[in-house]
Nanobody
């Protein structure tokens, strides 16, 4: 069992930056592939960014060049550095983990553990 807790969300003006954190407890964090997903009201949860155990990274086209996913295995923590924020980034952001160490599959259904989410709101 893995418990994930997101933090760092909030209200930001367009063009600003936020850093989201995901603290993980349980299991072996360094061997998990990790991901960030978001969900806006009335929409399905969708992929934002992922990082595997070798720190290979994957991004949705909508955030490529603006967001950076990283991990600190010593702290069992996943990060999402969000820059150049846009109003369309507004959503609840979720941290997720899967047991696969080298996964490049970013589909929601492939992840085993999820956090409760943190709200990000970007104003014009």
């Amino acid at each position: 069992q893995v418990v994930l807790v997101e933090s760092g969300g909030g209200l930001m003006q367009a063009g600003g930056s936020l850093r989201l954190s995901c603290a993980a407890a349980g299991g072996s964090f360094s061997r998990y592939s990790m991901g960030w997903f978001h969900q806006a009201p009335g929409t399905e949860r969708s992929f934002v960014a992922a990082i595997n155990s070798l720190t290979y990274t994957y991004y949705d086209d909508s955030v490529k060049g603006r967001f950076t996913i990283s991990r600190d295995n010593a702290k069992n923590t996943l990060y999402l550095q969000m820059t150049s924020l846009k109003p369309e980034d507004t959503a609840v952001y979720y941290c997720a983990a899967k047991n696969s160490i080298l996964s490049s599959d970013t589909r929601v259904g492939t992840y085993d553990y999820w956090g409760q989410g943190t709200q990000v709101t970007v104003s014009s």
